[in-house]
Structure formats: structure tokens, C-alpha cells
């Protein structure tokens, strides 16, 4: 934060992080030996191969199949499963209709070019449980170019008790715009919309995303990774927010390393309690689970 707080804004806007160079950077900082740095770098170099094949094409073959000569969504319960009836169909392409005049007029033209094909319910991460969402497939009138969108639902903060309600009306564009400030480089079909008295945002699905576990680095992996995500959260806050605030906030003591370290140990032990709260509802009959998903 405190280079970022001797750029312009402007120039703070221009930053970029670049996977590969800021992967070097972080293997160098960290001090590894050489053994160790060679195989942190093979097993990175596998997650961004990994997160850079998770295409539409990948998505095509993942998620759908022709069935009577067209392309349909293939259901896989509970986690996808097709949105059969036409009177709800109707509704989420009317909304995607919606949708279209909050993007950019260059996008607009963009999704003109494409058909609505199929759409499905898919349940969500465990941050968005609860919430819905629907993966939407379009393709252009030959059918040789497909594109995979998610509607998600967007509830209000659960800041906005503490902070007050946002300056938006709509939640799904609370969260677009919010992703548009704070990302070096946003998602092209990022929009939102509502229906049926929800709030939604759209964004693009499979566009090579990617991420890591923790839980399977080695250590030198793991405190390069780290390096990385302070890295792009700092690049994040210095975006949205005067870095210089930031800086005098933090100070220059351990009090706010301190504090972060004290609320993730914290959030890690209670998230721990509620599985275990969890496991016991399952034995106890409570609640029904289905293994593995």
C-alpha cells in the first residue's frame, strides 16, 4: 500500500498483475531453495494450465449434449438441473433481455449477434448458498459459437445494517459496479437485472478462472501465494479508496497484522465448530445430505 501510495490515480488504475511475472516475483521473495522453488513452480504452473482450459468450449462438452439434432443443457442433480418450465424459460429471457441495455452499447451489439438456447438451474459456492442462479447457454444462428452466462442472485450487503444502504437501487448492480472498480479487468458480460422481486447480476461462465488449494502447497508455496494475494487485494484497495488512508490506518507497527492473523484464526475455528454443528444434524436426522457434493 505504500508504493501504491506514491502512484497517481490514474496510474493506479493502469496496473495489471501478469500470473507469470508475479509468480517470479514471489518464488524470488520468498527465499526458497532451489529444490523447492523448481516444484512449487511445476505445481503452479498446472493450476494456471488447469484454470486457462476452462473455456466455453470446455463448458460445451462439460455441460451439454445435442438430444434430437439440438444443443440442450444436460441435467446433473443436484448441482445442474434444466429449467423445464416454458412460463419460468420465458421469464429468464426476458430478463436477458433487460439485462442487455445495462452493458456497454459495444457488448450490446455483442449478445445481438447471439440466440437464446437453453438455460438451467446450478447450485452455487458455499459463500452463495441459498441464492440463485441459473446458467444460460446462447449460441450465435450457426450454432458453432457458443457462449455460457450465470445469473446470480445478489442479496444486500451485510454491511449495509453498519454502513448504510448502497447508493444503488438494484444489488446486482451493487456488485457489478463494485467488480468493475476494484478488478484490473472485469468481466466483458458483467450487467444485472431483476425478476421476480430478486436482484441479479450476470457475468460470464468459464472464462478461465481459476484457483488453489492452500491446504496441498508446500510452505514455500504457500507464503509465495499469500505474497500474491496481498498483492492483488492491495491493487484492489488502492483502486476504490485513497491508499494513503489505508497506509496511516495500518500504521507501521504489527497491530494490524496482529489483528488480520487473530480474525483468521478465529474464522477458521468457527468454521470448523459449524461443520462439525453440521455433521451432527446429518447423524442426528435433522438434515439431509447427500455424500461428495
Same mark, same amino acid.
Given at each position: 500500500?505504500?508504493?501504491?501510495?506514491?502512484?497517481?490515480?490514474?496510474?493506479r488504475r493502469y496496473l495489471r498483475v501478469d500470473v507469470d511475472?508475479?509468480?517470479?516475483?514471489?518464488?524470488?521473495?520468498?527465499?526458497?531453495?532451489?529444490?523447492?522453488?523448481?516444484?512449487?513452480?511445476?505445481?503452479?504452473?498446472?493450476?494456471?494450465?488447469?484454470?486457462?482450459?476452462?473455456?466455453?468450449?470446455?463448458?460445451?462438452?462439460?455441460y451439454t449434449a445435442l438430444e434430437d439434432g439440438r444443443r440442450?443443457?444436460?441435467?446433473?442433480?443436484?448441482?445442474?438441473?434444466?429449467?423445464?418450465?416454458?412460463?419460468?424459460?420465458?421469464?429468464?429471457?426476458?430478463?436477458?433481455? !433487460?439485462?442487455?441495455?445495462?452493458? /456497454? #452499447?459495444?457488448?450490446?451489439?455483442? =449478445?445481438?449477434?447471439?440466440?437464446?438456447? *437453453?438455460? &438451467? +438451474?446450478?447450485?452455487?459456492?458455499?459463500?452463495?448458498?441459498?441464492?440463485?442462479?441459473?446458467?444460460?447457454?446462447?449460441?450465435?444462428?450457426?450454432?458453432?459459437?457458443?457462449?455460457?452466462?450465470?445469473?446470480?442472485?445478489?442479496?444486500?450487503?451485510?454491511?449495509?445494517?453498519?454502513?448504510?444502504?448502497?447508493?444503488?437501487?438494484?444489488?446486482?448492480?451493487?456488485?457489478?459496479?463494485?467488480?468493475?472498480?476494484?478488478?484490473?479487468?472485469?468481466?466483458?458480460?458483467?450487467?444485472?437485472?431483476?425478476?421476480?422481486?430478486?436482484?441479479?447480476?450476470?457475468?460470464?461462465?468459464?472464462?478461465?478462472?481459476?484457483?488453489?488449494?492452500?491446504?496441498?502447497?508446500?510452505?514455500?508455496?504457500?507464503?509465495?501465494?499469500?505474497?500474491?494475494?496481498?498483492?492483488?487485494?492491495?491493487?484492489? !484497495?488502492?483502486?476504490?479508496?485513497? /491508499? #494513503?488512508?489505508?497506509?496511516?490506518? =495500518?500504521?507501521?507497527?504489527?497491530?494490524? *497484522?496482529? &489483528? +488480520?492473523?487473530?480474525?483468521?484464526?478465529?474464522?477458521?475455528?468457527?468454521?470448523?465448530?459449524?461443520?462439525?454443528?453440521?455433521?451432527?444434524?446429518?447423524?442426528?436426522?435433522?438434515?439431509?445430505?447427500?455424500?461428495?457434493?
Amino acid at each position: 500500500m505504500r508504493e501504491l501510495a506514491d502512484l497517481t490515480s490514474l496510474e493506479r488504475r493502469y496496473l495489471r498483475v501478469d500470473v507469470d511475472v508475479a509468480l517470479g516475483d514471489a518464488l524470488r521473495t520468498t527465499h526458497l531453495d532451489a529444490k523447492e522453488a523448481k516444484q512449487v513452480a511445476k505445481r503452479t504452473s498446472k493450476v494456471i494450465a488447469k484454470a486457462r482450459s476452462k473455456t466455453r468450449f470446455q463448458a460445451l462438452d462439460r455441460y451439454t449434449a445435442l438430444e434430437d439434432g439440438r444443443r440442450v443443457i444436460v441435467p446433473d442433480p443436484p448441482l445442474v438441473q434444466r429449467l423445464e418450465d416454458e412460463k419460468q424459460r420465458k421469464t429468464v429471457r426476458k430478463f436477458f433481455d !433487460h439485462y442487455k441495455t445495462t452493458v /456497454p #452499447d459495444h457488448v450490446h451489439r455483442l =449478445l445481438d449477434d447471439y440466440r437464446f438456447v *437453453d438455460v &438451467a +438451474l446450478k447450485v452455487v459456492g458455499v459463500g452463495s448458498v441459498g441464492t440463485r442462479a441459473f446458467m444460460v447457454l446462447l449460441a450465435n444462428e450457426a450454432g458453432e459459437d457458443p457462449l455460457f452466462l450465470q445469473i446470480k442472485e445478489a442479496q444486500p450487503s451485510v454491511l449495509s445494517p453498519h454502513v448504510g444502504a448502497s447508493r444503488y437501487d438494484n444489488d446486482g448492480r451493487r456488485v457489478v459496479e463494485g467488480q468493475r472498480l476494484l478488478q484490473a479487468a472485469s468481466d466483458l458480460f458483467l450487467g444485472w437485472g431483476s425478476a421476480g422481486g430478486r436482484d441479479y447480476y450476470v457475468r460470464q461462465l468459464r472464462d478461465m478462472k481459476g484457483g488453489a488449494d492452500p491446504s496441498t502447497m508446500l510452505r514455500g508455496g504457500y507464503i509465495a501465494y499469500a505474497a500474491l494475494c496481498g498483492t492483488t487485494v492491495a491493487h484492489a !484497495h488502492a483502486r476504490s479508496i485513497e /491508499p #494513503d488512508i489505508l497506509v496511516g490506518y =495500518l500504521g507501521t507497527g504489527a497491530n494490524a *497484522d496482529d &489483528a +488480520l492473523t487473530t480474525f483468521a484464526a478465529a474464522y477458521a475455528d468457527q468454521t470448523e465448530r459449524d461443520h462439525e454443528a453440521l455433521v451432527a444434524a446429518v447423524r442426528a436426522g435433522r438434515i439431509d445430505a447427500i455424500e461428495g457434493v
